[in-house]
């Protein structure tokens, strides 16, 4: 049921292009990303919701192809804040209320 | 305003005893999730408390977790008879309301614990 992140590492130079991919083997209500900086709480960056609405972040934008059952983060011209470690967090819907969030994608932006 | 707050920051126990963990939501956020991460892994979802509903505690990994949540607001996770597999960081969120609202969560800045 946890949801496949991918890829699990990627390193950048500044201001190059990155994508994170979150697949999920069950049809997916939402789909929630947090970043998370070493020894820091995860911080919310985005929820993509079943039907097109988004809310989040200006500057990261993100896809979510519920036929596929995944969704996709676009990090564009990345800087350096942007390091950390990306999860996603799949919402299936139902009685529950709980995340299921993937096991993580670790992005080190070099200048 | 104050953010999701947790004590305390860092705990070491020795194995067997037991520990209890605060954490203090957002003012005015009705739901409460409590998360562990250990070291390098991602988010176990463990317990999730929504206003007076009784709580879904299909994510705590044996019956020595329990957590309970007071008054709708501060929320204590309790582990018994400590394990060295218990050492992680453990995180607590708080969302205005459910997941299926679509709001997002914020995270508290989580309680290290060690168990010797």
């Known amino acids: 049921q946890q949801p496949v992140q991918s890829p699990q590492a990627v390193i950048l130079r500044e201001g190059e292009d990155a994508v994170i991919n979150c697949s999920s083997s069950?049809?997916?209500?939402?789909v929630h990303w947090y970043r998370q900086k070493h020894g820091e709480a995860p911080v919310f960056l985005m929820i993509?919701?079943?039907?097109?609405e988004q809310k989040g972040h200006e500057k990261i934008s993100a896809s979510f192809n519920e036929k596929k059952q995944q969704s996709s983060l676009y990090l564009t011209a990345s800087q350096l804040s942007y390091s950390g470690t990306y999860f996603c967090?799949?919402?299936?819907?139902?009685?529950?209320?709980?995340?299921?969030f993937g096991t993580g994608t670790l992005l080190a932006v070099q200048p | 305003g104050a953010g999701v707050s947790q004590s305390p920051s860092n705990k070491v126990t020795e194995k067997g005893k037991d520990v209890e963990l605060r954490c203090d939501p957002i003012?005015?956020?009705?739901?409460l999730y409590w998360y562990r991460q250990s070291l390098g892994q991602g988010l176990e979802f463990l317990i999730y408390?929504?206003?007076?509903?009784?709580?879904?505690k299909s994510g705590l990994p044996s019956d020595r977790f329990s957590a309970e949540r007071t008054g709708g607001s501060v929320s204590t996770l309790t582990i018994q008879r400590t394990q060295q597999e218990d050492s992680a960081v453990y995180l607590c969120?708080?969302?205005?309301?459910?997941?299926?609202?679509?709001?997002?969560?914020?995270f508290g800045p989580g309680t290290r614990l060690t168990v010797t």
């Open positions: 069950k049809a997916l209500y939402s």
């Open positions: 969120a708080s969302s205005f309301t459910g997941t299926s609202g679509g709001f997002e969560q914020y």
């Open positions: 408390f929504q206003g007076n509903s009784a709580p879904d």
């Open positions: 003012s005015g956020h009705t739901a």
């Open positions: 967090g799949t919402f299936y819907g139902g009685a529950t209320n709980k995340l299921i």
């Open positions: 993509l919701l079943k039907g097109g």
